[in-house]
């Protein structure tokens, strides 16, 4: 059974960094999609950044380019968002998903798997 562990949410001032880990255990093929969804209050639950296995890069929401980076360590299958230069619009609950397949999509349900979610707080 794949499970999602994250950490790393808090508070923060605006322009601060955050780093974001999670830790994913359970996958029984060697290919996937890791990503990162947030959901702010009375809002939709939207894509922040995508990662894939076996070289297919990286993808981030507008909002957050040049200001977020998702990276992968496939040795501990552990999937890290660290987040700069935040700001109050960025506060949010944050969700580590997984998918099987060796693409990834900006549609939530496109993902199988979620963590539990971690908040994150930029005051101004």
């Known amino acids: 059974q794949v499970q999602l562990v994250e950490s790393g949410g808090g508070s923060v001032q605006a322009g601060g960094s955050l780093r974001l880990s999670c830790a994913a255990s359970?996958?029984?093929?060697?290919?996937?999609?890791m990503a990162w969804f947030r959901q702010a209050p009375g809002k939709e639950r939207e894509v922040v950044a995508t990662i894939a296995t076996g070289g297919f890069g990286a993808y981030y929401a507008d909002s957050v380019k040049g200001r977020f980076t998702i990276s992968q360590d496939t040795a501990e299958n552990k999937v890290t968002l660290q987040m700069n230069s935040l700001k109050p619009e960025d506060t949010a609950m944050y969700y580590c998903?997984?998918?099987?397949?060796?693409?990834?999509?900006?549609?939530?349900?496109?993902?199988?798997?979620w963590g539990q979610g971690t908040q994150v707080t930029v005051s101004s």
């Open positions: 359970g996958f029984a093929g060697s290919r996937n999609c």
């Open positions: 998903a997984a998918r099987a397949a060796g693409y990834c999509s900006m549609n939530r349900y496109a993902y199988n798997y």
